[in-house]
Every structure is written in C-alpha cells, then in structure tokens.
C-alpha cells in the first residue's frame, strides 16, 4: 500500500510539473505575441505559432513565409537568418522548408496546365502569373530540363492584364502549347477566355491558403519550395533528390 501511494503521488507530482511547464510556455506565448502586436503593429492572424528556437533564450516566430526571432519578453527582435555555424546549415531556411512543406499528392492538377518533358518521371508544380519576369525566365531555364512533368497552376495576381491571359490560355484548346508560347515565344494566347475558368478561381484560393505570397513558386516532388527563379543547375539538383 506504502509503494502504491508513492507512485501515485510521484505520477501526480508529474503532471503538475508538466503542466507548470505548460502554462509557463502559453504565458511567454502571449507575452511575445502582445509585444509584437503592441510595439511592431503585427496583426494577431498573421502569427502562426511562436515556438523555441534552436539557439538558447531564442523564440521563432512563424509569420506564414517569414521566420523572425524574438526574446522571451518580445522586448528585442531579430530580421534574419540563424545559422549554425558548426553543422553549416541555415536553421532559418530548414524550419521554413518545413513548416510549408506541401502535401504534393493533394494538389488539385485537374486546375494545372500540364506539360510532360521527356518521359515525365520527375514532377513539380509551379504556381505562375503569365505576366512575371521571374516566371518567364523560369520557362525559359525548363526548356533545358529534361525528363520532368511540370504542372502549372495559373496564379494571375499581378495585373488584370495577367487575369486576362490566364483566362486565354485555361480557354486555349492546347493550354501546354499556349503557355509555352507566350512564356517563351512570347505570342499571346488568342482564345477568347470566356470558358469555365473556376480552376483560375480555385488556384488563387489555394495560393493564399499555402502562402503563396511570390511568383514563380516551385514545388517539389517531396513537398519542398523553391521561391523565385531557380538556376537549371539548382533546379536540376532539386528534382533529382525529390525524385
């Protein structure tokens, strides 16, 4: 009876513990979160989540796209990326790899415009406006990448002009050809973009629910982002370890 009374009072003495810790955490939480809508004017739906960061005394605060790092009491904050100098590894950009790290077999391909290169045994995804630089130049580093299906989701956010072309090329009878004509060749699409063009809808839904903030947005394979236009050799790279 001696024996059992002790575990149970140690199983007790356990939980109030982890339960200190608990409501110390949700108190330094919202300490952080207060100070920094206070002080920096940052909207509370803007914060995703503050959590320790991987340097001592340090919180990561999870803006969506952008990690920050705050002290306990958000009184000092710091814009930028935490290295590890021993292992070599950026911390700033594996957290973000990770925390929007996307389920790939879930994205709706039905709204992309398909293109199969080679014998299309890599695949990634790319949210594209057909009005930004960056994303033409991304077409024009794919057409030396060999071997790849590329599925492009019109994501139209930069103009109405941008809107309009999306909606001639979702409306072209071959979209792929389309595409690559304007992002490329620069001939303009020449549909009249009066179809049923809910997939276009549908994307910028889902661009601003995986915080896709910047066109062109790459997305592997394995669920890994590469914002911005990537460089063949880096691209080529990346797809190969997704694969």
């Known amino acids: 009876m001696q024996t059992r009374i002790r575990i149970a009072a140690i199983v007790i003495a356990a939980a109030t513990s982890a339960l200190g810790c608990s409501a110390q ?3 330094t939480t919202d300490k952080i979160k207060s100070a920094l809508q206070s002080r920096l004017g940052i909207d509370a739906s803007d914060i995703k989540g503050i959590t320790k960061a991987q340097m001592p005394g340090l919180y990561e605060i999870n803006l969506g796209t952008q990690l920050i790092y705050s002290d306990a009491n958000g009184d000092y904050v710091l814009n930028g990326e935490l290295i590890d100098t021993k292992a070599h590894r950026n911390l700033t950009e594996a957290r973000l790899n990770e925390i929007n790290k996307v389920d790939f077999a879930k994205l709706p391909f ?3 415009v398909k293109v199969v290169k080679g014998n299309g045994s890599r695949k990634m995804a790319v949210f594209s406006d057909p009005n930004c630089p960056y994303c033409h130049q991304l077409e024009s580093t794919l057409k030396s990448i060999d071997n790849v299906t590329v599925y492009t989701f019109l994501y139209p956010v930069l103009s109405p002009d941008s809107t309009a072309k999306a909606k001639q090329i ?8 389309a595409w690559e004509s304007w992002m490329v060749d620069r001939k303009a699409p020449t549909a009249a973009g009066t179809c049923d063009t809910a997939a276009i809808d549908s994307n910028l839904a889902l661009g601003q629910k995986m915080n896709v903030t910047g066109t062109p ?3 592997l394979a394995d669920g890994t982002r590469l914002p911005g236009a990537v460089s063949g050799d880096r691209l080529e790279k990346a797809l190969s370890s997704a694969h």
């Open 110 to 112: 039905a709204n992309a």
């Open 25 to 27: 955490a949700d108190q």
């Open 217 to 219: 947005t790459v997305i």
């Open 170 to 177: 979702w409306c072209s009878t071959d979209r792929a050809k």
